[in-house]
Nanobody, 119 residues
Framework: QVHLVESGGGPVQAGGSLRLSCLAS????????IGWFRQAPEQEREFVAQ????????FYSDSVKGRFTIARDNTKNTVYLQMTSLKPEDTAVYYC????????????WGQGTQVTVSS
């Protein structure tokens, strides 16, 4: 079992930056890949980025590549999503999720944190 809690969302103006945090707890976190997803109103949930607990490799969606950075701090059991050059279309509820390294299915999810980017 992995328990995930997101924080750091809020309102921000276009062009601004925000850092989301995902605090993870549970056994053998090193076995898990942590991902960030987002869901805008009336849209499908979409993948944003992921990182292994060792820190590499990382993957990003094309829509955020070059603007968002995913990183982890093992001493704090926390995965961060640094978001820069934010656009109104980045507005969504952001979720972190976990999957075992040998699985393709993210099975543990946090409650989400709202990010609202105004133009």
């Amino acid at each position: 079992q992995v328990h995930l809690v997101e924080s750091g969302g809020g309102p921000v103006q276009a062009g601004g930056s925000l850092r989301l945090s995902c605090l993870a707890s549970g056994r053998t976190l090193s076995r898990y890949v942590i991902g960030w997803f987002r869901q805008a109103p009336e849209q499908e949930r979409e993948f944003v980025a992921q990182v292994t607990w060792s820190g590499l490799p990382t993957f990003y969606s094309d829509s955020v590549k070059g603007r968002f950075t995913i990183a982890r701090d093992n001493t704090k059991n926390t995965v961060y999503l640094q978001m820069t050059s934010l656009k109104p279309e980045d507005t969504a509820v952001y979720y972190c999720a976990a999957r075992e390294t040998d699985s393709t299915l993210f099975t543990f999810w946090g409650q989400g944190t709202q990010v609202t980017v105004s133009s």
